[in-house]
């Protein structure tokens, strides 16, 4: 598309028969018709231009096309566009048939063209709008010519929805299902405390709690820690039986030693008599020294066999006294665990009362906000203002608007809701 200047449309009414010139005379009537809408837009910054320049040569009679200038461009920050040999042209404020006539003066001058270059300028993209406010997706959105604030919002998702209603839903839901967990955990914390009670008292059953006596749930909680309070009971029992036999295996070991401790006691006695008539009669010379020899091998074996019967005798004994102290340590640890398990029990549940009467608060407050929603819904109507903040001149201004009301490029759209009583 090219935009003709005066000087060439003088030009086109001595037009001759030449294609080339026909085509241009037909565009210099076409173009400015076409452009005519166009006149009343004023550029600025972020408009996007392209911008097309030919030059008829008379003296050739053809066209030349000034590709190098041709192109597409940006309204800058300082309102300019910046063109090869031209360099910064200011655009801003400027409609597309100005930018044109300058295009082409500056190019006749710059060369010294005897031609006057037509220019063909195109909005090529427009500066975009914004959406703010109650808008579901607010943000930079594309300008469109006859574009409206209600097309507008349409390209942000529309108005927002709120899920006041749905939050609060959820939050009850939410603390609900948490207050039924923490509560079948309160159930189970205090049938384990009532046993651990059981257990530390030695009492053979396990007494119902207050809590648990209305609940479904509660003979069957009981009834499971008695079966696991039987269970450590019995391996407690087998610990200590296990224990008890063997203290009375190795006093029947005691027993045992002390007599045959005693029977070789009394041949040691025989034996040192047998040695000193021995020593007698040897010392009379009418028996040999080798019989004296035996003899007192013989005291030897018996005094080192008692000395082993002692030795295995103290050696049961110190296992005795090992089994007794195991006996003890055994209830002593059972005693410290049961009392740990109780102290973290009441722990346990001291943090579970506070949870669940953070929980029940949740669940009471959603429930008035939920309750206090769907009071105001009925009671109220949503009440929606459109306003449009306008640049012009370097001024700010807001403008009242409707759904309606036509927008143009680089408009700030704002969406305000409120309520109002029905």
Not at 84 to 108: H, N, R, Y
Request: aromatic share 4%; with cysteine.
């Amino acid at each position: 598309m090219f935009l003709i200047g005066s000087a060439s449309a003088q030009r086109c009414s001595h037009s001759g028969t030449h294609v080339i010139r026909v085509v241009l005379c037909l565009l210099m009537i076409a173009i400015p018709l076409a452009s005519a809408r166009a006149d009343a837009y004023r550029l600025d910054v972020m408009d996007k231009l392209r911008i097309r320049v030919a030059e008829w040569r008379t003296a050739e009679g053809q066209v030349r096309d000034w590709s190098t200038v041709s192109g597409d461009y940006t309204v800058g920050a300082s309102g300019t566009v910046s063109l090869p040999f031209l360099g910064e042209l200011a655009v801003s404020g400027k409609t597309t048939a100005e930018i044109a006539d300058e295009v082409g003066a500056k190019m006749q001058q710059l060369f010294g063209l005897r031609d006057r270059p037509s220019a063909s300028v195109e909005l090529a993209q427009y500066r975009p709008i914004y959406l703010a406010g109650e808008v579901q997706t607010p943000g930079e959105y594309p300008y469109a010519p006859n574009m409206t604030v209600l097309k507008a919002i349409s390209l942000g998702g529309g108005l927002r929805r709120g899920d006041t209603g749905q939050r609060f839903a959820r939050d009850f839901i939410r603390a609900e299902g948490d207050t039924s967990v923490l509560v079948a955990e309160r159930y189970r914390l205090l049938a384990r405390r009532a046993r651990l009670q059981a257990e530390i008292a030695g009492n053979a059953a396990i007494a119902m709690p207050e809590e648990l006596k209305n609940m479904p749930d509660g003979a069957e909680l009981l009834a499971s820690e008695t079966a696991l309070m039987q269970t450590r009971d019995k391996r407690l029992t087998l610990q200590l039986t296990a224990l008890a036999d063997l203290k009375t295996l190795l006093s029947r070991e005691i027993e045992s030693l002390a007599k045959k401790s005693e029977t070789q006691s009394r041949q040691l006695k025989l034996v040192e008599s047998d040695r000193e008539k021995v020593y007698n009669l040897t010392e009379q010379g009418l028996t040999v020294s080798s019989r004296r020899l035996a003899i007192e091998q013989q005291v030897a074996d018996l005094q080192a066999a008692l000395l082993d019967i002692d030795t295995a005798s103290l050696k049961a004994r110190q296992d005795i006294s090992k089994a007794t102290q195991d006996e003890t340590d055994l209830r002593n640890d059972r005693d410290a665990q049961l009392a740990q398990e109780l102290q973290n029990t009441e722990r346990e549940l001291d943090t579970i009362a506070l949870k669940l009467s953070t929980s029940r608060d949740l669940m009471a407050e959603a429930m008035m906000q939920s309750t206090a929603d769907a009071v105001l819904s009925k009671q109220t109507v949503a009440s929606v203002s459109y306003s449009i903040v306008r640049e012009e001149g370097g001024k700010t201004s807001e403008i009242t608007a409707d759904e309606n009301t036509k927008i143009l490029p680089g408009d700030v759209v704002k969406v305000s809701a409120g309520l109002a009583m029905r």
